[in-house]
């Protein structure tokens, strides 16, 4: 996209969101160990997934060939599998297996992200599509697939990715038009959830935002782990909103790090395995330690939003293939 015709309020929002991710992984290992931190690992969970989700979902309205899919997705996708597995044996010295099934830290999105451009186009010729997805990622909840082709993610995730392709861009100026009465009804969902939650003596953990585990892995009953995470929907489609009220619609210098997420995606993930490997990010307890760890981690995003990764990236989902004569995934026609 040229820069004339180039949307930054998604590149800013992208940016805001690649490096929640960043920051929510690093503090994985020591979150509990200081108040602000944990409040920071709820309030990232929350929304930034299912931000990204959306707004890849509506980027992806555009028809795509399953050639094209597999060139753009599959192919990086085990190349990427590769490069980590051959860092947790000889580098971390990890026990692990070559597991395409079971993708490795964060590339269970690429996975993800294929399917969904796969499957919405035929799912959308559906009435009530978006009811089943919803109600899908509620009773996957109730399964034991784990990590299997991140199934349980793929589900759970879904209803975001569809609510991308449906949307459209000026829609969000309606939103801050109208941000007081979804602030009103966020503040209710959150009362109402927490009530709930008190009242039942429910477990709680940033897991629920995950979309990994399944109730019983968080403690908690069937029926109430559905309450639970449909709360959840509820609160990161409004936050999603929310937060997109105060993202610039101009060109910033911090552009560029929406403009290449994947980089940072991609290699984040290899320095945080190295990192966790260490006592360094356990050992992060005061105020001062955490800050620092945040300004670590936007730093790590500024240098992997530089050149040479972004060329790796480009390079591999450019690899070359046999032209595979599918026919394209078309949106118009409907049921």
């Known amino acids: ?12 929002y992208k940016a805001l969101l690649i490096v929640l991710v960043v920051v929510g992984h ?10 602000v931190l944990e409040g ?29 899919l597999v060139q753009k997705l599959v192919i990086p996708y085990f190349i990427y ?8 044996i000889f580098i971390i010295h990890k026990d692990t297996g070559l597991y395409f099934n079971r993708p490795k830290f964060s590339l ?4 993800a992200l294929f399917f969904w451009r796969m499957i919405t186009p035929y799912l959308t010729r559906l009435k009530g599509h978006m009811f089943l997805a919803v109600l899908t990622g509620l009773l996957v909840g109730t399964t034991e697939l784990g990590n299997f082709f991140s199934i349980p993610r793929i589900l759970v995730f879904f209803p975001f990715f569809l609510a991308g392709y449906h949307f459209k861009r000026e829609w969000f100026e309606t939103i801050r038009e109208n941000v007081g009465k979804l602030l009103l009804l966020l503040t209710g969902i959150l009362a109402g959830g927490l009530t709930f939650v008190s009242v039942f003596h429910i477990h709680m953990t940033p897991k629920i935002f995950y979309g990994r585990y399944s109730y019983l892995d968080m403690e908690t009953s069937d029926p109430a782990g559905i309450i639970v995470r449909l709360t959840c929907y509820g609160i990161s489609f409004l936050a999603i909103f929310l937060i997109s009220v105060c993202i610039p619609r101009t060109r910033k210098r911090y552009s560029l790090l929406g403009q290449r997420t994947m980089p940072i995606y991609l290699f984040h993930g290899l320095v945080y395995s190295i990192l966790k490997e260490t006592p360094l ?9 955490g800050g620092l760890l945040i300004v670590f981690c936007v730093m790590l995003c500024w240098i992997l939003a530089q050149d040479i990764p972004n060329q790796f990236v480009t390079r591999i989902s450019s690899v070359p293939i046999y032209r595979i004569s599918l026919p394209p995934l078309s949106i118009n026609k409907k049921i």
């Open 26 to 35: 690093f503090i994985e290992p020591c979150y509990h160990n200081n108040a």
């Open 1 to 12: 996209m040229s820069s004339k015709n180039r949307d930054y309020f998604f590149d800013n």
């Open 81 to 88: 599998e590769l490069l980590y597995y051959f860092l947790y």
């Open 40 to 68: 920071m690992k709820w309030f990232i969970f929350s929304f930034h997934m299912p931000a990204f989700v959306f707004i890849s979902g509506y980027f992806s309205r555009k028809p795509a060939s399953f050639g094209k």
């Open 108 to 111: 269970w999105y690429i996975m």
């Open 281 to 289: 990010l356990e050992s992060v307890t005061s105020l001062w330690q």
